[in-house]
């Protein structure tokens, strides 16, 4: 297949994975997840798979168990079966047996000892460190056009990856008249919790604020972030400490802030700003979706 093909193929099913993602809750159809990617439902199975590794069944139950094993530990009021019916699962006993396939234990003691497992507590205790924001506003944010390009499997500290997701990105909104330095915000969603998924299903997008109504085209999707109530903490961190970054908001910010995490995905931002540059740090915006606790 050539490039084109593939790059179209890509965006068709990064479109149905992010509507899968934005109504996790709902039972869906082939059809109608075929449909959202303009594909006959006859051969989307094998699309799907051929493109994520995953069948869409796997992919589905995947999202919606590590988005309640989230949900479990940030949502601490929320009841168990309450979760369970939020991620889309017909029912408790499922959702109990699926959880412990999943992580090993039961979704209570998951809850209990704040997901560090003897399976997953190396991945989160190595996000603990002594770090503090500059600031953490909470404001109220705009929704928020984008452009992306997506990859999937491990990219924590790689900046090479980066370097180059970034450069496609910005060469095609460049020859669009769609990229303006000072103006055009970039922007990283990371769609999975590396503490919860493994390094090789996590998703990230690579965003540039565009005009509402850009149309995409081969590699390059499109969104929209919600508008709504954000925490937006203030880092100069170096380029191996944006693990440390998150954990930092979530860890030590949110348990007093009188919030809780709210709906939809949170993101980064790198301002065009010179702070930081003299000690070679990376200046970067979290932006948490929040809402009372």
Known sequence: MNRYLQEEYNARVHRVQDYIEENIAREFTLEELAGVANFSKYHFHRIFHSVTGETLFQFIQRLRIEKAAVLLLNHPKKSITEIAMDCGFSGSAVFARVFKENFGVPAGTWRRLEGRTDQMGERVERQRTAMSPVSVEVVEAEELPVIYIRYS???????????????????????????TPGESRVLCVVHDNPAVTDDDR???SCCLTVPAGTVPEGEIGSMTLAAGTYARAEFNI???????????????????????????????????TESGAHSGLHHVLIWLPVKPL
């Open 153 to 179: 499997g491990p990219f924590q500290g790689d900046t090479e990856l980066f370097s180059g997701l970034y450069s496609r990105l910005f060469a095609w909104a460049g020859a669009r008249k769609l990229y």
């Open 202 to 204: 996590l998703r990230v």
């Open 238 to 272: 170096r380029e191996d400490e944006y693990g440390w970054a998150w954990a930092a908001l979530f860890q030590d910010w949110l348990p007093e802030s009188g919030y809780q995490p709210g709906d939809g995905p949170a993101f980064e931002e790198y301002p065009d």
